[in-house]
């Protein structure tokens, strides 16, 4: 079956400019996560939604981070913005509740 | 802030022999995962032990959690090249399941 499909897979943009990310989970699964990944370093979690609830941001770095999710389909992260600092691939991740991760290829952002 | 911390950094053996990596933690967790990501891709998920569990194998694969000394072990017996990856361990705690990873440990296996 699919996987989780983020989109563009590779975005480059200039400083200043906002980025829109995009994240297809698998159909079904209730939790998505999103985390940054900067070059050799380990994730960095961001944002997590669980079905309904509210979600948890106590991950996003700045106010110009965001992210919405509609239901239990897509989601977007929005970068207000951006800076250089924020070069990073971003990944997206789905999952049934407590369970393991399901997780694209990413989207790697490059700020000029 | 990183909860658990990979050791090696980086790793390199030849085909057939054994890679051992260790990951400690900071605090108690409800469950410790490994994942491995291959250079420009996205991490798969490898193993799950839960923190009353002490020793899991899947395939060629084996990992252990020492709750007492907060750390775990990932252990790939008769490695071969198509195994070079970063490897992952990540924890969850409380009562929100928000995995948090280390660095990871880079493994190239020798043809």
């Known amino acids: 079956g699919a996987g989780v499909s983020q989109s563009p897979s590779n975005k480059v943009t200039e400083k200043g400019k906002d980025v829109e990310l995009r994240c297809d989970p698998i159909?079904?699964?209730?939790?998505l996560y999103w985390y940054r990944q900067r070059l050799g370093q380990g994730l960095e979690f961001l944002i997590y939604?669980?079905?309904?609830?509210?979600?948890?941001k106590s991950g996003l770095p700045s106010d110009r981070f965001s992210a919405e999710r509609t239901g239990e389909s897509v989601s977007t992260l929005t970068i207000q913005r951006t800076q250089q600092e924020d070069s990073a691939v971003y990944l997206c991740a789905s999952s049934w509740t407590n369970s393991p991760l399901h997780f694209g290829n990413g989207t790697r952002l490059t700020v000029t | 802030s990183q909860q658990g911390e990979e050791d090696p950094q980086a790793l390199s053996i030849q085909e057939g022999e054994n890679a051992t990596m260790n990951c400690s933690y900071k605090?108690?967790?409800?469950?410790l995962q490994w994942y491995r990501q291959n250079s420009g891709r996205g991490l798969v998920h490898l193993i799950l032990?839960?923190?009353?569990?002490r020793e899991k194998h899947s395939g060629r694969l084996r990992v252990t959690l020492d709750t007492s000394k907060k750390s775990s072990s990932l252990l790939i017996t008769a490695s071969r090249a198509a195994d070079t990856a970063s490897y992952f361990c990540a924890t969850d705690a409380g009562g929100s399941y928000i995995p948090t990873f280390g660095r990871g440990t880079s493994l190239i296996v020798h043809p």
């Open positions: 939604f669980q079905g309904n609830s509210a979600p948890d």
């Open positions: 159909s079904g699964h209730t939790a």
């Open positions: 032990i839960r923190s009353n569990e």
């Open positions: 605090t108690s967790i409800n469950n």
